[in-house]
């Protein structure tokens, strides 16, 4: 074997198919529900409204930039290097991320009750775990950042 090169192992292996599986069913799943109930909650708006047009546009947008923003930095980061945003500082933006797709869910719905709140909190949860696991899924080595960096004390 080649110096450098690592042996992908089957949990490994398996590992990453799911997380690809999961993340090609539930990132256009949530990014479709977003521009959907986007373009119905811009249809309430005004017809001179110029948001009608650019909320089916931006939501998704928003949604996937910023998540992907914050799901990069805390996945690059480790406490003596922090990257972008760090391990701490991208929760600002996933509140963002979070109320505007309930805004979106709830205010695209047809029937705004506790319904279209459950099925908002469901796809919601479902696409930002998608987009969250997106790094990992493209760079396996990031999952190494979970694992603790030296041994644990002999408790002898």
Same mark, same amino acid.
């Given at each position: 074997?080649?110096?450098?090169?690592?042996?992908?192992?089957?949990?490994?292996?398996?590992?990453?198919?799911?997380?690809?599986?999961?993340?090609?069913?539930?990132?256009?799943?949530?990014?479709?529900?977003?521009?959907?109930?986007?373009?119905?909650?811009?249809?309430?708006?005004?017809?001179?409204?110029?948001? %009608? @047009?650019?909320?089916?546009? *931006? +939501?998704? =947008?928003?949604?996937? #930039?910023?998540?992907?923003? !914050?799901?990069?930095?805390?996945?690059?980061?480790?406490?003596?290097?922090?990257?972008?945003?760090?391990?701490?500082?991208? %929760? @600002?933006?996933?509140?963002? *991320? +979070?109320? =505007?797709?309930?805004? #979106?869910?709830?205010?695209? !719905?047809?029937?705004?009750?506790?319904?279209?709140?459950?099925?908002?909190?469901?796809?919601?949860?479902?696409?930002?775990?998608?987009?969250?696991?997106?790094?990992?899924?493209?760079?396996?080595?990031?999952?190494?950042?979970?694992?603790?960096?030296?041994?644990?004390?002999?408790?002898?």
């Amino acid at each position: 074997m080649a110096k450098g090169k690592t042996t992908i192992g089957p949990a490994d292996w398996a590992m990453r198919v799911g997380l690809w599986l999961y993340a090609l069913v539930s990132i256009p799943l949530y990014l479709w529900f977003l521009h959907h109930m986007g373009g119905r909650w811009g249809q309430q708006l005004p017809a001179d409204d110029k948001l %009608r @047009f650019w909320l089916p546009i *931006v +939501v998704p =947008l928003a949604a996937f #930039a910023f998540t992907l923003t !914050s799901s990069t930095s805390w996945w690059w980061s480790t406490e003596e290097r922090p990257f972008f945003l760090g391990r701490k500082h991208w %929760r @600002f933006l996933m509140v963002f *991320v +979070v109320a =505007l797709s309930l805004m #979106a869910g709830y205010f695209g !719905s047809a029937h705004q009750d506790f319904v279209a709140v459950l099925l908002t909190v469901m796809v919601t949860t479902i696409g930002i775990a998608g987009l969250w696991l997106l790094p990992p899924a493209l760079a396996p080595q990031l999952l190494d950042t979970l694992a603790p960096k030296t041994a644990p004390a002999d408790r002898s």
